[in-house]
């Protein structure tokens, strides 16, 4: 893909769209498919406020009748029928392109020799009137695709048609060996326990303890702020000074949480070792008090990301998962993918490169180096200060502005002018740091993603492992020519997105990391 083209490509319409009939037994059924839910929810609302609002119930009910409840039964009759309306599919020679959403159009394209399952349900009220939805899987670790308000004839011929591309599919070819020999690629090393304590959690985690223990005295029938130490350190500390006092816990709260993450760090990466396995594949060993293994098989392997959060950023650390299946859930595979624990940025790009058994695709100068990621178009920019603004600074200095109205308080009116002048350079300054995060590139085999401020990620993926492709947009995003892609793999996430790409350039992007997939949906257009 050469910049400066004078022709784009873009993804045509589907061919197919939702049942006729689907339409209409939305339009004429969906009130009375929503008038139980939706009628359990106006009288629970009324209920409420006739029980902690009695003396305002002549006011309070219509209000929140038309505030609340008419637009909820409103919003849940009609949603189902515009939902019904712009969903489309169709079934390629060698992918399926959906296309769904209302608000958020998603347009998902799967190559057939990825698809490992396919699956017709009907419930009730779809077998009532002759419908069926049609799910379509990818592995347990990739999200499916779900074909709504397909009639019964339809359904069955869209699943038979899959299902015929994955019996007559040739069995996978196994990866080819890469000529990467079995040994230790990292040891663990006592000087990396600085970066412990370079997490959110180390106030989090004291504040969940606290909690934790708040709860447990209480369930025991023991106040906490009777007990006698409590009460000193208050009569000595806090009634006086409540500003010293509010400085001295914080301070506590922060060693309390340092100790912890320390501690927590030691017991859990204590001799930690990375090992490469004979057939290709990554052993973790580490442990304190018992020794934990983690084994990631060389074909689950799909590549690596580099993890740089905000703290760890600033104090030159970065830490490395693997980008692999077979890990269990999202929620298991997010602790068991770590293959190097929080360590200096360049222990982390060395461990990234020999994984990947390829140097320089995430570079020595920090990540890919400077100018070598493509970088997101301007407007990227304007919409993450509007986002960071509108999100992060006016919220608060409404609820000041009218509370000090209100309550007659000038001031709260000062306390919201402080929070404006003081919050908007720092979110502006986060807006313009997430700006510059933003980027992709193709280096070889390997698609490399990079997005986030407080919690950074660099992500290399195998261009073989890309399974699909989902493009997302929104009004805003298609207003300002921009749209969300996302790769669809089956590992880690299940899917990595490269955020406010240029929508003339996405299509061509997706074409050329992942040839073939998205090839005989494409049209020609004019740039």
């Given at each position: 893909?050469?910049?400066?083209?004078?022709?784009?490509?873009?993804?045509?319409?589907?061919?197919?769209?939702?049942?006729?009939?689907?339409?209409?037994?939305?339009?004429?059924?969906?009130?009375?498919?929503?008038?139980?839910?939706?009628?359990?929810?106006?009288?629970?609302?009324?209920?409420?406020?006739?029980?902690?609002?009695?003396?305002?119930?002549?006011?309070?009910?219509?209000?929140?009748?038309?505030?609340?409840?008419?637009?909820?039964?409103?919003?849940?009759?009609?949603?189902?029928?515009?939902?019904?309306?712009?969903h489309g599919w169709e079934l390629g020679e060698s992918a399926l392109y959906a296309v769904s959403g209302w608000y958020g159009r998603r347009r998902r394209i799967v190559p057939l020799a990825r698809v490992e399952s396919v699956a017709l349900r009907r419930g009730p009220l779809?077998?009532?009137?002759?419908?069926?939805?049609?799910?379509?899987?990818?592995?347990?670790?990739?999200?499916?695709?779900?074909?709504?308000?397909?009639?019964?004839?339809?359904?069955?011929?869209?699943t038979a048609g899959i299902e015929g591309a994955i019996a007559g599919r040739e069995a996978a070819v196994s990866r080819a060996e890469d000529g990467r020999g079995a040994g230790i690629l990292a040891v663990g090393r006592a000087g990396w326990l600085?970066?412990?304590?370079?997490?959110?959690?180390?106030?989090?985690?004291?504040?969940?303890?606290?909690?934790?223990?708040?709860?447990?005295l209480n369930a025991f029938g023991v106040k906490p702020w009777r007990i006698g130490i409590v009460r000193r350190l208050w009569a000595g500390y806090g009634a006086g000074a409540p500003w010293l006092a509010a400085l001295l816990g914080l301070a506590v709260v922060t060693l309390l949480g340092v100790a912890g993450a320390l501690a927590v760090h030691a017991a859990t990466w204590w001799r930690y070792?990375?090992?490469?396995?004979?057939?290709?594949?990554?052993?973790v060993r580490r442990g304190l008090f018992a020794t934990s293994v983690v084994s990631i098989d060389a074909d689950r392997l799909c590549g690596v990301a580099l993890r740089e959060p905000l703290l760890l950023r600033a104090g030159g650390g970065a830490?490395?998962?693997?980008?692999?299946?077979?890990?269990?859930?999202?929620?298991?595979?997010?602790?068991?993918?770590?293959?190097?624990?929080p360590a200096p940025r360049a222990e982390a790009l060395r461990v990234c490169a020999e994984v990947l058994g390829t140097d320089g695709v995430?570079?020595?100068?920090?990540?890919?180096?400077?100018?070598?990621?493509?970088?997101?178009?301007?407007?990227?920019?304007?919409?993450?200060?509007v986002w960071a603004l509108g999100w992060g600074v006016l919220p608060v200095a409404l609820v000041l502005v009218a509370l000090g109205w209100l309550l007659e308080l000038p001031v709260l009116l000062w306390c919201a002018a402080g929070w404006v002048a003081v919050a908007s350079p720092m979110v502006c300054a986060l807006a313009r740091d997430a700006y510059r995060a933003l980027g992709y590139a193709v280096r070889g085999r390997h698609l490399v993603v990079r997005s986030g401020t407080f919690g950074r990620e660099t992500v290399a993926l195998e261009r073989s492992s890309v399974q699909g492709w989902t493009f997302t947009d929104t009004p805003f995003a298609s207003r300002a020519d921009v749209v969300t892609v996302t790769a669809i793999v089956a590992a880690g996430e299940g899917g990595y997105r490269i955020r406010d790409m240029s929508a003339?350039?996405?299509?061509?992007?997706?074409?050329y990391a992942a040839p073939g997939i998205v090839r005989e949906f494409l049209i020609q257009t004019s740039a």
């Open positions: 893909m050469e910049k400066g083209s004078s022709c784009a490509a873009r993804l045509r319409a589907p061919r197919h769209s939702a049942d006729p009939r689907a339409r209409a037994w939305w339009t004429a059924r969906a009130l009375l498919t929503v008038s139980g839910p939706a009628g359990l929810v106006a009288a629970t609302l009324l209920t409420l406020c006739f029980l902690f609002f009695p003396g305002a119930a002549s006011w309070l009910v219509p209000l929140v009748t038309g505030v609340l409840v008419a637009p909820a039964v409103a919003y849940a009759v009609v949603m189902p029928v515009r939902r019904c309306r712009t779809l077998r009532r009137y002759g419908l069926a939805v049609v799910v379509v899987g990818m592995g347990p670790d990739a999200d499916a695709v779900r074909i709504t308000g397909v009639s019964e004839t339809a359904a069955r011929r869209l600085r970066y412990a304590p370079l997490t959110f959690w180390v106030w989090g985690g004291v504040l969940v303890a606290g909690g934790t223990t708040w709860r447990v070792r990375l090992e490469r396995t004979p057939s290709g594949g990554l052993d830490s490395v998962r693997a980008v692999a299946g077979g890990l269990g859930d999202r929620e298991r595979n997010r602790k068991r993918s770590v293959v190097l624990p995430l570079g020595t100068d920090g990540v890919l180096g400077a100018g070598a990621l493509r970088p997101a178009p301007r407007v990227a920019l304007r919409r993450r200060l003339t350039e996405a299509v061509q992007f997706a074409e």
